[in-house]
């Protein structure tokens, strides 16, 4: 969903961000970086909960991306292990604070268990209004758009579209996201400034912000400085304004 130039948005109503920095923070404290990751979701749970307050709707947070499976085999169990204590320890609460709760990505690779418990999370939490929160899991942004391409290519050969007919607008309701706004703002934590196959397409016109702080120092006061630099930055969406 995309917001015309005309209408100027000062509200930050979609967040997503690059979560990244774990490792280095264990790093930086002599520690494995098992630990890094187990602060960072407490940062997590931090997060979520101050974003209502701050007017985001939709919280979308890149938890464990396609080409993650290539970290050691230890961390990956690890960031595996984090995900079930996350989604059996954490859903009864979101759900009390009125959050939906939604995983974007490839679910093939994930384990039964895991799919079972976001299958539940998902149904648990699909009523609720308060913030949509979205866990990107072995998500690559590359992916979902082959997958959507894939998509519109299977109905061009059933004769269900034209060809001549593909627009934008056809290949985003064929994304993951199809049914929420793109995002306003894209924040990545630890000084990094890329978006390492994170919603390429979504973020064509989304404010970028990249922040020193490693993700487990992330706060919601944090959090609250990126929307206030948000709410004072010009979109124009390729317009020239005034």
């Given amino acids: 969903m995309n917001v015309g130039a005309d209408q100027q948005p000062r509200q930050a109503r979609h967040v997503a961000i690059i979560m990244d ?3 280095r923070w264990a790093q930086q404290r002599g520690l494995p970086r098992v630990f890094g990751h187990r602060q960072g979701a407490d940062a997590v749970r931090e997060v979520v909960k101050a974003a209502p307050d701050l007017g985001i709707r939709y919280l979308t947070l890149f938890a464990f991306s396609s ?4 970290r050691p085999r230890d961390e990956v169990v690890e960031l595996m292990g984090l995900l079930r204590r996350y989604l059996r320890k954490e859903v009864a609460e979101l759900n ?6 939604r995983a974007i990505g490839d679910r093939s690779r994930l384990d039964r268990d895991i799919l079972d418990l976001i299958n539940h999370a998902e149904a648990l939490t699909a009523g609720n209004d ?7 899991l072995n998500y690559g942004a590359k992916n ?3 997958d959507a391409c894939r998509a519109l290519a299977h109905e061009v050969a059933e004769g269900k579209i034209d060809p001549s007919a593909i627009d934008a607008d056809l290949l985003t309701a ?3 996201t199809a049914d929420i706004p793109d995002p306003d703002l894209i924040i990545r934590t630890s000084g990094e400034q890329r978006l390492s196959n994170f919603l390429l397409w979504q973020a064509a016109y989304s404010e970028l912000m990249f922040v020193d702080t490693l993700w487990p120092d992330f706060t919601a006061g944090d959090l609250s400085a990126a929307v206030g630099e948000y709410r004072r930055r010009d979109r124009r969406y390729g317009a020239v304004v005034g």
């Fill in 21 to 23: 920095g774990n490792g």
């Fill in 67 to 70: 080409e993650n499976w290539c």
């Fill in 96 to 101: 009390a604070n009125g959050v939906r709760l």
């Fill in 130 to 136: 308060t913030l949509d929160l979205m866990i990107a």
């Fill in 144 to 146: 979902e758009l082959v």
């Fill in 174 to 176: 064929r994304l993951q």
